[in-house]
């Protein structure tokens, strides 16, 4: 029945996705402050469309949150909904074949930036909830959470959160901002990296010199940089940084042949991002490379004369935005902390270096015994016919941390992206099969949840 | 009597040179195409006006080369003026503290892109040779070159240089286009640096990958580009590229004695740099490593996310713009293959490389004991009070050595310009000091130049 109502509905449905995919709510970029208070608006507009009471955008520090809420019942469960109405940066736009706040629908998928993170994602859910509206079936209390900076460290969510304790009271958390493995094998993810993120500078000689007249009698900004950079990792790939792999939890021979029964095809991965050989950490093979080991990443770098043709400065400074995956134990203060102090110290004297950091976030593992998990497992099963995968992922959603820590509430990461989705790359994309696939599995959670909670 | 006539007419010649300043003759950018193309008319006008010939605008495959003589008398020795009237790049604007296109004139210098580098210094020769023709004074023929493609390799110099080898026939060239130690200590070049300029490209992944869910099992190629530009010195600062240092010529000690009594204040160096340390070869001073020495400098860097904020991503591929300094008797055909041999080399196989080459050129020594040399140094002698000290310098005029194997014609390397000039630098500057110095000069190297080759 609420089957048929989605077919009938969808291409509303994806309409709705494509307006809200028009607005470029790229929270990074202050230009762009007036779109993302508009997408604020439309979700607002849509949840209450949808039947949601309470509708409020509410105000932060930041970039506004959106909540809403539809309470059946103070004595059944509640599920608090979180996603995100931010996106990233488009640029590089040359690289994308349609600009990217143009949506268009090719090949059953949606292409726009934010199509799958979070935009198309998060809508799942406002559709859901309608779903379920329409129906009567909506068998438990349901809250949205829906910020607008979580691209850029959900910076203010953390003081919304502490003080909105009583209204954000709920039994479980629901997220798709996560990934599955692929449309016939579907995973839910129940761990995930944390981050450390910093930007450093490299102050060389007062202002910028001709490199004839300077070269190779002062310290260079860039070549100091990268050597400062090349020193991080050793020649077996492991990160240099004293003590960062102090608090790593090893995992046991048993869980890494657990992981190991994942389905994963070297040569097509290599394949399909066109790679002569994977590098990575010595010891460790892809998957566990990008889930249960922390990294260390240059995301930019830039200094000097970048335009056309030819010019022999030697710059003042040099730059680097640096990030760092981070693994349970390890916490992002403590690895930023030990990074900024490597950092200075092996720096020459014959430069100055200023380390800034950037949001981190705390690495996570979800429980699987939960009830939670069972009812996401479950409705995954009778959607798909086959039974979902756990899987560590390598992203980080340092909120899932957070909300564990002051709302005591366990997380569920019903993810229905893939990694062909290309999110946070040009081209990013969202499968209509998938947007209507978490549309129709996240009401059966729903009743699964609450069904399983009653009889506990 | 020119004195005077100088003195009656600075303020005009200032002005013309204002003039020229404005106009934003930036040859590595294709958007300031026309103000190239004006620059080139000014300046032939300022020849017409002042009292050249056959003054043309030469074509070329690039920017025209502006060509002028004034034949007194063809038994007459003939000296070849060559300057050029394109500027660096002006970026980053943000860091001049006037506009670089609009002039200004304050503590008795000239502030604009160009003010030294080289469009005042070709001035003075321009005013110059009108203060001789005013007085009827020219005492030798006089051809002018002056191009508009120096800061980007003076591309189409050669074939112009080939294809008009008789025009161009001439006892001496005359450049201005390097600098002097100090007003009260004036020096001339008698050695430039060569220079080989190429850009590398890192490809890893073929697209914009996200740090989580890859960060760790494929190649970044930042971190690898920075990891292979450090490898490109050893721990004593020296460059590993094997062979880069097989046809360098060493200086004996006494040479180096020689050199070391040229006036050099290291604190004070420091100090104005705001430098800790000096940084470079082990085993050689400041000054031997800016002149005797050859250098690897990366100019530009650039990759990934490089805007406000933070943006968690792998990037496809990552840039550098680098240059080595030569110097005798390395050639930059020989050493750019070197170069990109080793860089290709060292690339693991994780990525992708592509060295391309930009211009380069031959590193060049002048000879001391010629009738040019004597004439320019006893016109300084004349004008400055003091003899002329000879200095080895560290930048690059490529084309004084095409000019020797082309032509056959040694050069002498007559410049007015200070270190504090900061050319290619924000707020560049010409001392208008140096500026009217030069034009007395100038004329008084043409009278010695003619007297000494009589009696030879």
């Given at each position: 029945m609420m089957k048929n109502y989605i077919s009938e509905n969808q291409d509303r449905f994806i309409q709705e996705l494509l307006d809200m995919l028009?607005?470029?709510?790229?929270?990074?970029?202050?230009?762009?402050k007036n779109d993302v208070l508009r997408t604020a608006d439309f979700v607002a507009g849509k949840l209450t469309e949808a039947g949601a009471d309470k509708v409020e955008i509410c105000v932060t520090g930041g970039y506004p949150i959106v909540y809403g809420e539809k309470i059946v019942d103070p004595q059944l469960p509640t599920v608090l909904v979180y996603g995100h109405y931010d996106v990233q940066?488009?640029?590089?736009?040359?690289?994308?074949?349609?600009?990217?706040?143009?949506p268009v629908v090719k090949h059953e998928k949606i292409y726009a930036r934010g199509a799958s993170d979070d935009k198309g994602q998060m809508y799942m859910h406002v559709k859901a909830f309608e779903v379920m509206m329409q129906h009567n079936a909506l068998p438990c209390n349901v809250k949205f959470m829906i910020e607008g900076e979580e691209e850029v460290g959900s910076d203010n969510l953390g003081t919304f959160v502490k003080e909105n304790k009583d209204r954000l009271q709920a039994d479980v958390i629901l997220i798709s901002d996560t990934g599955m493995l692929a449309n016939d094998v579907p995973s839910i993810t129940t761990g995930l990296r944390g981050l450390s993120y910093v930007e450093v500078e490299v102050t060389g000689p007062n202002r910028d010199l001709h490199s004839g007249m300077y070269g190779g009698a002062v310290a260079n900004p860039i070549n100091i940089l990268c050597r400062m950079i090349a020193s991080l990792h050793d020649e077996h790939n492991r990160i240099t940084i004293p003590g960062f792999y102090d608090n790593v939890v090893e995992l046991s021979k048993e869980e890494r042949e657990e992981m190991a029964r994942a389905p994963f095809d070297l040569e097509k991965y290599k394949k399909a991002l066109d790679l002569q050989e994977v590098h990575g950490e010595e010891g460790y093979v892809t998957m566990e490379r990008t889930s249960i080991r922390p990294t260390l990443d240059v995301n930019g770098i830039w200094g000097g004369y970048t335009g056309e043709g030819a010019k022999t400065v030697i710059p003042s400074k040099a730059f680097a935005k640096i990030s760092m995956r981070l693994v349970p134990n390890q916490s992002p203060e403590e690895i930023t902390e030990k990074f900024t102090q490597h950092f200075e110290r092996i720096a020459p004297k014959s430069v100055k270096v200023l380390v800034k950091p950037h949001h981190g976030g705390e690495p996570v593992v979800t429980p699987t015994n939960s009830i939670a998990y069972q009812a996401a497992a479950m409705a995954y099963e009778e959607t798909f016919g086959i039974k979902p995968v756990p899987v560590r992922s390598?992203?980080?959603?340092?909120i899932v941390a957070m909300f564990k820590s002051e709302l005591g509430i366990d997380s569920v990461l019903m993810g229905f992206g893939l990694d062909a989705d290309a999110i946070h790359s040009p081209n990013e994309s969202f499968g209509i099969f998938n947007f209507l696939k978490g549309i129709e599995t996240i009401p059966l959670f729903f009743r699964n949840f609450a069904e399983m909670s009653k009889k506990r």
């Open positions: 028009r607005i470029p709510s790229v929270s990074a970029d202050p230009k762009f940066p488009a640029d590089p736009y040359e690289l994308w074949d349609s600009p990217p706040f143009e390598g992203g980080s959603i340092p």
